[in-house]
């Protein structure tokens, strides 16, 4: 009889012992996963916070503008080559300012944005409602 008890009484909080390593763990799994989350959140909210790529057709359609019809002393804002040495393909953003085609391009692909201006360009997103919007105008139109 006595020893039943004893043993009873070691069972026990053996089995107490378990559950405390348990909830133990469970809280630094719970401590990783909010770590985690709000690593997370806070790198969704910088994203958010800086501007789109640009479209493609936008890209696709940037002019391509005469060295000549520059004046000598405009140059490349991202480089600051001025166009006339460096004698490289120059564009031209909607808001009037130039660069050269190879420093703007990878430019545009990270923001829709000039460079010199923050003058904001269409974005993918924008070409796929434009998109979808001809699509239901077809379709119902
Ligand atoms: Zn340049
Ligand atoms: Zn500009």
């Not at 997103?125 to 699509?135: D, L, S, Y």
Request: aromatic residues 8%; contains cysteine.
């Amino acid at each position: 009889m006595r020893n039943v008890w004893l043993n009873r009484g070691g069972f026990c909080s053996m089995f107490t012992g378990i559950r405390q390593n348990v909830e133990q763990e469970d809280a630094n799994q719970q401590q990783f996963l909010d770590n985690l989350i709000s690593q997370l959140l806070d790198e969704a909210q910088t994203n958010a916070k800086g501007p789109p790529p640009a479209s493609e057709r936008f890209i696709q359609s940037l002019p391509r503008v005469s060295v000549d019809s520059l004046s000598s002393d405009e140059s490349c804002i991202i480089c600051k080559e001025n166009f006339h040495e460096s004698q490289s393909a120059v564009t031209k953003m909607p808001c009037h300012h130039f660069f050269d085609r190879e420093c703007l391009l990878p430019w545009l692909q990270l923001h829709n944005t000039c460079p010199m201006c923050r003058y904001t360009v269409e974005t993918e997103e924008q070409v796929k409602e434009e998109e979808q919007e001809a699509t239901r105008n077809w379709m119902y139109g």
